[in-house]
């Protein structure tokens, strides 16, 4: 996909501020410092649309980024940061539980992942969580830059079996410095796009 356009729309922490419009939404999950970040520029070619941070835990609100004017990414805060207080963690879960359980307009969730290490428990019950909803699960391995191609198959592997993945889930390789992936995760959100519609 051509991206001609990719603005911040709003930092949302409750369903009062969400876009009011009837669009696509894939929500991106993962632990603090995955990828996040990369993940959006990199599949909108901009350095630094999503801000990137090496402070783990940056981001705590809902960001919503409308690309195309036809769909919008949701950056949601990382979790598995231990730093930030109990209260803030659980303040954060229960603004994402929120988002992930009512929000309509919310087509699939893009689970980020690190592909040079297994899934976290974190990473595992937030893979579960989503089954729970019956929320579609794109798991995308990030940093696949950082391991030689020959070993991607054993990893991809590990990524699997930790999460327990459905048969009909897809796992997508990808890098944010070669832009490895990129294709396959537009395939994949456009076949998403069309079943929203």
Do not use: C
């Amino acid at each position: 996909m051509k991206v001609t356009s990719a603005d911040i729309v709003i930092s949302a922490v409750k369903p009062a501020q969400y876009p009011d419009v009837n669009l696509p939404e894939f929500a991106l999950a993962g632990r603090s410092n995955v990828g996040k970040s990369s993940f959006i520029n990199k599949m909108i070619n901009r350095k630094n649309l999503a801000r990137k941070s090496s402070k783990p835990g940056k981001t705590q609100t809902l960001n919503f980024y409308i690309i195309n004017d036809m769909f919008h990414f949701v950056d949601v805060p990382g979790y598995g940061y231990a730093k930030v207080s109990k209260s803030e963690r659980e303040a954060w879960g229960r603004m994402i539980e929120t988002y992930f359980t009512s929000r309509e307009q919310l087509t699939a969730a893009l689970l980020i992942v690190d592909l040079r290490h297994p899934p976290s428990n974190d990473d595992v019950l937030m893979y579960e969580f989503l089954n729970h909803h019956n929320l579609p699960v794109i798991v995308i391995a990030t940093k696949a830059d950082k391991i030689p191609k020959g070993k991607w198959q054993k990893h991809m592997k590990v990524i699997r079996e930790t999460l327990d993945m459905e048969k009909n889930h897809e796992l997508i390789l990808f890098s944010g410095e070669t832009g490895q992936g990129k294709d396959e995760a537009w395939s994949a959100l456009k076949r998403h796009m069309h079943e929203f519609a």
